[in-house]
């Protein structure tokens, strides 16, 4: 009779434990970045370079190109950009982010004058690392007529 308890006992031991281990917990995943959700804000001008060579920083109060005060990158409303160049210029157009995130595109850019200088109404950058919901960091893809044919480094800010 002992037997036959002990017998059962680990029978139901068994049929409560489930026969073996438990499914592991699943491992979160990191939330996916979206890049063009990130730069849909109003940037200004941090600090520029050209070629390497700093021409603006918002902190100094000696710099070669002044106008980069008066930058700014209107991306707030997805697809439309507005552009203030540091000579002041005003262009409209559209933009895009790429869906791999690494490339932000200024397309259809006009003003009362034309399009940008050099540009054919199209400006791309390359997205140097993941935006923050206050940094932002550009460089332009091919030498910017306006900057001494140089290619523009900009690091820009959301206050």
Do not use: R
Request: glycine share 8%.
């Amino acid at each position: 009779m002992k037997q036959f308890i002990v017998f059962l006992f680990a029978i139901s031991v068994m049929a409560c434990s489930g026969g073996g281990d438990p499914a592991p917990a699943p491992i979160p995943q990191p939330p996916t970045i979206n890049v063009a959700d990130l730069v849909k804000k109003v940037w200004s001008a941090s600090s520029a370079q050209w070629d390497g060579v700093a021409k603006y920083d918002k902190s100094s109060t000696s710099n070669v190109v002044q106008g980069y005060s008066q930058y700014k990158l209107d991306l707030s409303t997805a697809g439309s950009v507005k552009l203030t160049e540091f000579d002041g210029k005003v262009f409209t157009g559209n933009y895009s982010v790429a869906t791999d995130g690494k490339t932000l595109t200024l397309s259809s850019l006009t003003s009362a004058e034309g399009a940008p200088t050099g540009t054919g109404g199209t400006i791309t950058f390359t997205i140097l690392t993941t935006p923050t919901a206050t940094t932002l960091s550009l460089q332009q893809t091919a030498a910017y007529v306006k900057a001494s044919s140089a290619i523009v480094k900009l690091a820009l800010v959301n206050p």
